[in-house]
């Protein structure tokens, strides 16, 4: 192997094919750097060679690692650097519906992921007052999107990432939820937006009624109209119950549905409404296909992930220590190149920038957590893994918050800020006193800060470190890779940690307790893990529960409910008896966080 940051053989194929390694690419990993910390230092208006050198060093031994929209686009005329996008809202209308599929196919097209609620499409056998004819439904419109995707993946090429929801009270939730049993919408992830009153219904055993808004067309002839608060509205919308089913019977539905297939996953809506640092500005439509960022219609990610493995001192040595200072200082860093990526971008749509640009978004996070913990001597779930993560979590966050009000104090705030409003957000008041107060003197430059992203490209990028904040998948495992020219490599993949652990103490040595596999570790206690992460998180967390071989349904139907009660913004499944092909691959495949 020619470069020598690349120890990994699926590392240098994962670099050739997505981030610069290509015919006429860049000549090596730091050309890659410097490609991105040339564009991305553009924007200074002072000092500029010397933000350089700086955005160049905190990449380099992939420290941290950008989003994969960044370093395979940054310094290219043209490119979006921003790695997914959320739809306008969609209108219950043909013409309109086609418009919002010309828009997403114009993102995928330029390498964004795209979430989209489609509660706002009349159920399927609704009848179209303008034709006289029946409506198809959003699943009708879910497969024209998913055709749309098949059409634009190209050999080579990343795959088109969706993600569709559809709310827990549509008239065709029941369709929606069986869809990936039916092996349709192989190009979306399917999320069921969850509210607190279904959840409540569930606990209860109450029923519960399907409804729609009537809203712009007659409402169907001795349907009983209640009222509900809909997406695209503010004000509750008289809405007709077209069906009312047992609430448990439902959510065991939904369960049964994610343990055979994986899908769909959960988003606690309520939740991440009122945990929106903007909950008075804006109103969440959906997430990025990933999960890990919460947007409004037409909102953009802006991600970037900071490799805790390269912060670990003396690793498995006897005294081995997390450097939490250069973690803070590496955060800082991070945290203006990812804002300087607003003016860095281009943008599919020009409407995803008047949005983004109103809250400048960011979504710093981390990757490598669980190799992080390995090296440290610590096993993943434990209670001191679960001190550890909230002291890593808490300092990243407050570096980037206190980068965020400095950024404010050179060059303005969001342009959307609010003292009072932003100020009294649920999140904010979590902070120390001390950043509350400098929010309030000199602003703050983005909205929010804080998102932990899969990082299933960039993590195999950085040697194959533990994505994002999961568990170690495997410590060797065989990865098939899609190589530049559309033709597959199967390549033997050592985890990060493990390589370094024999590299250390020899491949004799017998392995530490600590350097686990997900598949050892109780999910109970990875929801665990996600609460005390999400304490210092602002956005979202995109975590899958790691079932072990073998699980039962009874083992797993408490655990979405788990993660309801633990005040989680949502949560996604993986049972190894439904995964369909290289599943770890499929993370680095989405096109969220890497």
């Excluded at 990449?59 to 950008?66: A, D, I, S």
Aim: proline letters at 6%.
């Amino acid at each position: 192997m020619n470069d020598p940051h690349l120890t990994e053989p699926i590392a240098e194929l994962v670099w050739r094919a997505r981030y610069g390694g290509g015919p006429g690419g860049d000549a090596s990993v730091q050309a890659s750097w410097a490609r991105v910390a040339q564009a991305l230092s553009a924007p200074e208006a002072r000092d500029r060679d010397a933000w350089r050198g700086r955005f160049e060093q905190v990449m380099t031994g992939f420290r941290f690692l950008p989003g994969g929209r960044i370093l395979a686009g940054a310094g290219h005329q043209g490119a979006t650097l921003f790695n997914c996008f959320a739809s306008g809202t969609l209108p219950d209308a043909l013409d309109g519906i086609f418009s919002a599929l010309g828009e997403t196919v114009v993102t995928l097209q330029a390498g964004g992921g795209v979430g989209c609620d489609f509660s706002t499409v009349r159920p399927a056998g609704a009848r179209a007052e303008r034709t006289g004819n029946t409506a198809a439904g959003p699943l009708a419109f879910m497969r024209v999107w998913d055709q749309a995707a098949s059409a634009l993946s190209q050999p080579g090429g990343r795959g088109a990432a969706m993600l569709a929801a559809l709310r827990c009270d549509h008239p065709d939730i029941e369709a929606f939820i069986d869809a990936k049993r039916a092996g349709t919408l192989s190009h979306f992830n399917l999320s069921v937006l969850v509210t607190d009153a279904f959840m409540r219904a569930v606990d209860e055993d109450e029923p519960w009624p399907l409804v729609f808004p009537v809203s712009g067309h007659a409402p169907v002839a001795g349907l009983p109209v209640c009222e509900r608060v809909w997406p695209g509205t503010e004000q509750p919308q008289a809405c007709a119950v077209w069906a009312t089913v047992p609430a448990r019977a439902l959510w065991l539905r939904l369960l049964q549905a994610a343990f055979d297939s994986g899908e769909p996953g959960v988003i606690f809506i309520d939740h991440v409404q009122r945990a929106n640092n903007l909950c008075g500005h804006e109103q969440i439509a959906v997430c990025n296909p990933c999960g890990e960022v919460p947007l409004p219609p037409h909102g953009a990610c802006n991600l970037g992930s900071l490799n805790l493995t390269q912060f670990v001192r003396e690793p498995f040595s006897r005294h081995p220590k997390l450097d939490l200072a250069a973690l803070d200082e590496a955060a800082t860093i991070a945290t203006r190149m990812l804002d300087n990526v607003y003016e860095a971008s281009a943008w599919p749509l020009k409407a995803q920038s008047t949005v983004a640009h109103a809250t400048r978004r960011l979504g710093l996070g981390i990757t490598g957590l669980a190799d992080a913990l390995a090296m440290l001597g610590v096993r993943y779930g434990d209670d001191h893994a679960l001190d550890l993560a909230d002291a890593i979590m808490r300092t990243v966050s407050h570096a980037a918050y206190r980068a965020s009000i400095a950024l404010a104090d050179e060059r303005g705030a969001f342009p959307a800020y609010d003292a009072a409003s932003y100020l009294g957000s649920d999140f904010i008041q979590t902070l120390p006193p001390e950043l509350i107060d400098s929010i309030w003197r000199h602003g703050i430059r983005n909205s929010h800060l804080t998102a932990l992203a899969p990082a299933g490209g960039i993590s195999v990028l950085a040697n194959n470190v533990s994505g994002g904040v999961e568990p170690i998948f495997a410590l060797r495992q065989q990865r098939t890779v899609r190589r530049a020219d559309g033709s597959h490599h199967t390549v033997e993949a050592a985890d990060y940690a493990w390589t370094l652990f024999r590299r250390l103490h020899g491949q004799d040595a017998p392995l530490p307790p600590a350097l686990v596999e997900a598949r050892d570790i109780d999910p109970l206690r990875q929801l665990q893990m996600v609460s005390r992460l999400q304490a210092h998180v602002d956005q979202g967390i995109s975590k899958t529960l790691n079932l072990a071989p073998g699980a039962s349904f009874a083992q797993f139907e408490s655990l979405y409910m788990d993660a309801w009660r633990l005040g989680l913004k949502g949560s996604t499944v993986y049972r190894p008896e439904a995964a369909i092909g290289d599943a770890p691959l499929r993370m680095a495949e989405a096109g969220c966080g890497g």
